[in-house]
Structure formats: C-alpha cells, structure tokens
C-alpha cells in the first residue's frame, strides 16, 4: 500500500523567509511524486513532479524538491517566500504502469506573515 | 488550449437526490479520474475512466457512477445523496499509460441540505 504523510498541517513563515514544507511517502517502488498547490475556491495547480529523472526538481513559481529514496522523502522549498505563496499545499504519490491513481496527503495550509 | 473543464461550478442539493457532474478533458487526454475533496482533506480517488470503461475504483459506494463518453468526456453520478456528500469534486484527466501528467479542473462545489 502506498500513503503520503505530510508533516504539519499549518506553516507559517515571514515574507521572504525560507519555505519548507515536509512529505514523506511508503511505497514499496520507485513512485511518481508531485506537489500541487491549492488557492481558496480553486482546482489544483501542479507545482512539480518527480518521474525517476534528476533527483532535485525545479518547479514554477521559485519552488523545488528533492526526491531522497533513503528517507522516502520529497520535501518542497523556496528561499524567499512572496504573500502570493499563501495557499493549501498537498504532496502526492503514484506508483504509475497500471495504478494511475493519485494518493494525496492531508495538505499543509502556507501563511504569510508581512 | 482549453483545460479541464468542469460543470457546473456549485450546486446545491437535498439529501436522497441525485446529482450529475460533468467534466471536459484537456485535449489530447483520454482519461479521466475523479477525486472527493471534503472541507479540511486532501482529494481521494473516486474512479478512472479509459476507452468508456472504469478502469480503477477508490472505496466508494455503487451509489457513487460514472460514464466516459466516446470524446472522452466524463459524468459523475450520486444517488441517493447524503449530508457527507458535501464536498469539492475534482476531475482530472491524463494521457493514457502517462502517470505522471494529470491535470486537474476547477472543481464541482457540491452541498447537501
């Protein structure tokens, strides 16, 4: 079975400070992992994704990711948060080949503080 | 070029009825999935659609349908609705064999009275 964990599900961080948001994932292949970002009333927006390529992966809007098999992990940063980064962010995972089903974890809410 | 589009945007709905959802894929996708999102959750899995058939299904009751149309539109069906039917329903579609790109529409915000 797969699962995400997404560790806290508020983060606060100043304007302009380090944005660290934490995912850790079980699953007993290489996954396909994503991170999407959630606006209040909105869809989902993908940020980024790791399909077994590069290990550190760049996304829109300044954010990125680094995929550490060891510790099943897939935390997402940007140096310098920006007031527009406020939102609902949820870490994703799919096995892939014949289970394209997405499993989400329980999101984490961003606020920026001025 | 369109991305998902999904339809209608909110309804609202008494419990014991019935709803459809619709949903439009991106072009150039030919499969859809489903996804509940309650107030607070992340989105779980409801159904897949490929070729007209449901592929894959989350736990969800058979009160819970869908049907992929041969342009590969899709509708979501809920019978027999219930107050914890309220929530945001999300398509998104994908390429077939493409695990890695979904994209997800704005949503169906649907409440049960």
């Known amino acids: 079975a797969q699962s995400v964990t997404q560790l806290g599900s508020h983060v606060s961080v100043s304007e302009g400070a380090l944005v660290l948001l934490r995912c850790n994932y079980s699953s007993s292949v290489p996954p396909y992992l994503f991170w999407y970002v959630q606006y209040p009333n909105q869809g989902l927006q993908l940020l980024l994704k790791?399909?077994?390529?590069?290990?550190l992966v760049k996304g829109i809007n300044g954010f990125e990711a680094e995929f550490k098999k060891s510790e099943t992990s897939f935390h997402l940063t940007k140096p310098s948060a920006h007031m527009s980064d406020a939102a609902e962010y949820f870490c994703?995972?799919?096995?892939?080949?014949?289970?394209?089903?997405?499993?989400f974890g329980q999101g984490t809410r961003l606020t920026i503080n001025p | 070029d369109a991305g998902v589009t999904q339809s209608p945007t909110h309804l609202i709905k008494t419990r014991g009825q019935q709803v459809t959802l619709r949903c439009s894929p991106k072009?150039?996708?030919?499969?859809v999935s489903w996804y509940q999102q309650a107030l607070g959750q992340g989105p779980q899995f409801i159904f897949q659609y490929y070729e007209e058939e449901e592929r894959q299904r989350g736990n969800f009751p058979d009160r819970f349908s869908g049907h992929q149309f041969p342009n590969y539109s899709s509708e979501l069906n809920v019978n027999a609705l219930l107050l914890g039917d309220s929530a945001l329903y999300l398509c998104a579609s994908s390429f077939s064999g493409a695990g890695y790109g979904y994209t997800f529409g704005s949503g169906t915000r649907l409440t049960v009275v």
């Open positions: 790791y399909t077994s390529a590069a290990t």
């Open positions: 994703a995972v799919n096995l892939g080949g014949g289970a394209q089903k997405l499993v």
């Open positions: 072009s150039g996708h030919d499969t």
